[in-house]
Structure formats: C-alpha cells, structure tokens
C-alpha cells in the first residue's frame, strides 16, 4: 500500500502523456484508445484497494474482538488475585476450621435423619403389630356371631313352645356344646364362654335360658368388636400423624445437608485458591498485570497503525476517482 501514491502518480503521468501524443486519424486507421487503456487500468486500481480495505477492516475488527476478551479476562484474573493476594496463613486456618464446623454439622444431620427414620420404622412396626391384632378380632368376631347362631339353630330344634322361642332344659351341657363345635366346626372364643357358664351351674338351665346367655354373651361380643373398630381406626389415625410428621422432618434434614454441602464444596475451593495465593499467586498476579500492559500497547499500536492505512487509503481512493 506504501507503493501506491507514486504508481497513481506514474499512471497520472502516463496519462498526460498519451493525451497530448493522440493524433486524430479516421477510424479505419485508429488503433485502440490509450487514454482509455489507462482509465481501465485505474478503475481496476481503485476495486482492488476497496477490496484490499474490506479485507484489512475484517480482519483488525477479528483482532479488536481478541483484544476486548483477552483484556477482560486477566483484568478479572488479575482483580481475583488482588482480593488473595493478602492472604496469611491464619486465615486459611480459619477457614479450615470453619469447613470442620460444616462436615461436624453434616455428620450431626446424617445422625438426626438416622434416628428420625429409625423413629418411623418403630411406629411402622407398633402399627402393623396392632393392625394384625384388629384383624385376628375380627375374625373372632366373625366366629362368635357364626357360632351363637349355631347355638341358637340347635337351641331351636328344641323348641317346646315355638311361639315364645322356649326351647328344652339342658339336662347334658357337655352334649349340648359337643354339636355345637361340631356344627361351629371347632372350639371358638364364644363356645369356650358358653361352657365356661353353663358348667358352673349346678342344675340344668330351664327353658329359655340358655337364649339368653346367648344373646348376653353376642351383645358383649359386639360391644367388644365396637370398641376393637374405634381403637384401630384411633392407632391408624395416630400412625398417620407420626409418618407424617417424620417425614417432613427428614425431608427438612435432606434440604439442609444438601446447602452445607453446597457450602463445603465452596468452602474447600476458596482454601485451594488461598493456598496458591499463599504459594505463588503474587507471582501469577505479576505476570498477568506484565501481559494486561503489553496487550494493552499491542492493541493499540494496531488500532493507530490501522487509521493511518485507512487515511492513506483515503487520499488513494480520492486519487483516483479526481484522475
């Protein structure tokens, strides 16, 4: 480009040169215009340097992109070092101790949430226990109305006054509840009752009697199961109260060990740092203000040397198009 005032300056000549030589002659003999041979020659002149100049400009916008990022990225270095570049060795025994505060707390956490679920798998376990003993209730109930109406079906086919539902005297207690297991097949927790009664007397029962022990003995039976219904439904509600609350608890421990851990990891990486501070850093910190200074100075020497090619240009370009 340096080249280009003094060739435009030949050309002009060139130019001047040829005009004043021309000698009108006809067509037929007239060769090819040189005037025109040098105006071509300096339009061609003048796309190149616009080409060249787009080039040049794409190419300093790349280099003041590098320039831009490369200068933020050691003024950050450099302003991270600066802020460690003080550090003491107390200091990053502080925040050692600190950090062994944190892993403690986390350890304590890990032990709360231990003994939480511990906690809940007892409940769990009370429940269960109590659940399978509504359920053996139930089914003795169900047994104690099975066989007290097996009981009164045997008792009816004694009946002496069907209208009144009088049945026989006992005479045989033992015969009398020997077809009642056999028809309630097996003992049950009614017939042991019954039996319990019925051989603690000393005569036979009289008509009708044995109805009403029996009815006596369903209606405890029931009332019993009543109560059997409303202490599960109470265990089960009690139960639910516990799970609940010992979840949310364990669940509000997860969350805090999952910030102090978030808080160690920070923690351990900022004794690193200290620790290459305190080892070196004021040296790294150096060099990286040596580099700032010299990107500094590059840039812009190139950014000075890039307006004078741009005003050459100018003057270039003005040349040409005044030819």
């Not at 000549?13 to 020659?41: F, H, Q, T, Y």
């Not at 029962?205 to 409303?230: F, H, T, Y």
Request: with cysteine; aromatic share 2%.
């Amino acid at each position: 480009m340096q080249v280009m005032p003094a060739l435009i300056l030949a050309l002009l000549a060139l130019a001047s040169a040829a005009s004043a030589s021309v000698v009108r002659l006809d067509e037929e003999v007239s060769g090819p215009n040189p005037i025109r041979k040098v105006v071509n020659l300096m339009e061609k002149m003048q796309e190149k340097v616009a080409a060249e100049a787009k080039k040049e400009d794409g190419l300093f916008e790349k280099f003041q992109c590098y320039c831009k990022r490369t200068q933020k990225q050691l003024e950050d270095d450099i302003a991270k070092a600066t802020g460690l570049s003080n550090v003491k060795p107390e200091d990053i025994a502080a925040k050692e101790a600190q950090l062994k505060a944190l892993e403690q707390s986390v350890e304590d956490l890990k032990n709360e949430k231990i003994e939480e679920e511990k906690t809940l798998a007892s409940a769990k376990a009370v429940r269960e226990k109590e659940h399978q003993k509504y359920l053996k209730s139930e089914q003795e109930h169900v047994e104690t109305e099975n066989a007290a109406e097996s009981a009164l079906k045997s008792l009816k086919a004694t009946e002496t006054d069907p209208d009144n539902s009088t049945h026989a005297p006992v005479q045989n207690p033992g015969s009398f509840l020997s077809r009642l297991e056999k028809v309630s097949q097996g003992p049950s927790a009614f017939s042991q009752q019954l039996t319990a009664l019925l051989q603690d007397r000393s005569e036979a029962a009289a008509p009708g009697e044995v109805n009403v022990l029996i009815k006596d003995l369903e209606e405890k039976a029931e009332e019993a199961w009543r109560q059997e219904v409303g202490n599960d439904a109470k265990e089960s509600k009690e139960y639910d109260g516990v799970k609940s609350s010992k979840q949310k608890s364990i669940k509000a421990v997860l969350e805090v060990m999952a910030r102090k851990a978030k808080k160690i990891g920070d923690l351990k990486v900022e004794i690193v740092n200290m620790q290459h501070a305190l080892a070196g850093g004021a040296k790294a910190l150096a060099e990286n203000e040596k580099m700032l200074a010299e990107l500094k100075k590059d840039c812009a020497q190139r950014a000075s040397e890039q307006e004078e090619k741009k005003a050459l240009r100018a003057e270039e370009e003005k040349a040409l198009q005044d030819t």
